[in-house]
């Protein structure tokens, strides 16, 4: 069923992929084994569009599949609702890619976890990172992308919270599915997350200290 759901996001059958989603829930899948399936699906879409099988508005449509479908999920997740906020984390796809999908299950997971989120949307150039940061106050940076060229808009937004003196007074962490380790320490990054989870307890290590 996994492997079905993928494709039917892959395809864009928002529908299809919509009832799928209450059927393995019904049917007792875990909910975190369902986001990481539309996590993969993602990839695929992100693939076919630096393909040039995809367009921009296919892009979008995969986000909005994405958005309702962890709508459907969230109820499923329980969260700890007594537990105090762990910290701040503010979160944004970097400037020239308007992927959405990753950052929201990661802001997603944060939330769930504890954490005090802003997320500040997709296409963001770093002076509005810069901004947001001194209003928001965060002690964790997220910066998200899926294509390749967010590489170095990355690296941009991470010149310039050293150009307005924010760099030491933050944790950066990257995502998305190109990136990795060495992608971090190009772009000047802390840490690499793989996945939500990896995202979830870099964010708790660095609020807590540890």
């Known amino acids: 069923?996994?492997?079905?759901?993928?494709?039917?996001?892959?395809?864009?059958?928002?529908?299809?992929?919509?009832?799928?989603?209450?059927?393995?829930?019904s049917n007792g899948t875990d909910p975190m084994d369902v986001l990481e399936t539309c996590r993969t699906a993602v990839e695929v879409v992100g693939k076919r569009f630096e393909?040039?099988?995809?367009?921009?508005?296919?892009?979008?449509?995969s986000g909005e599949i994405m958005e309702n479908i962890s709508n459907i999920v969230k109820p499923h997740i329980s969260a700890d609702t007594e537990e105090?906020?762990?910290?701040?984390?503010?979160?944004?796809?970097?400037?020239?890619?308007?992927?959405?999908?990753?950052?929201?299950?990661?802001?997603?997971?944060?939330?769930?976890?504890g954490f005090d989120v802003l997320d500040i949307g997709v296409d963001v150039p770093p002076e509005v990172f810069v901004e947001k940061i001194k209003e928001f106050q965060p002690q964790v940076v997220g910066l998200s992308g899926l294509l390749t060229l967010a590489f170095d808009s990355m690296k941009n937004t991470i010149e310039a919270l050293e150009n307005s003196g924010l760099r030491d007074k933050v944790k950066i962490m990257i995502g998305g599915s190109p990136t990795d380790?060495?992608?971090?320490?190009?772009?000047?990054?802390?840490?690499?997350?793989?996945?939500?989870?990896?995202?979830?307890?870099?964010?708790r290590q660095w609020t807590e200290g540890n």
């Open 181 to 203: 380790e060495q992608v971090a320490k190009y772009v000047g990054a802390d840490a690499h997350g793989k996945d939500a989870n990896a995202a979830v307890e870099l964010s």
């Open 1 to 25: 069923m996994q492997e079905k759901l993928k494709e039917l996001i892959a395809d864009l059958k928002e529908e299809e992929a919509l009832e799928l989603v209450k059927e393995m829930l």
């Open 51 to 61: 393909e040039g099988k995809y367009f921009i508005p296919d892009l979008l449509m």
């Open 84 to 113: 105090k906020k762990r910290g701040k984390v503010l979160i944004g796809t970097v400037e020239g890619d308007i992927h959405d999908i990753g950052k929201n299950i990661v802001t997603f997971m944060l939330e769930v976890n």
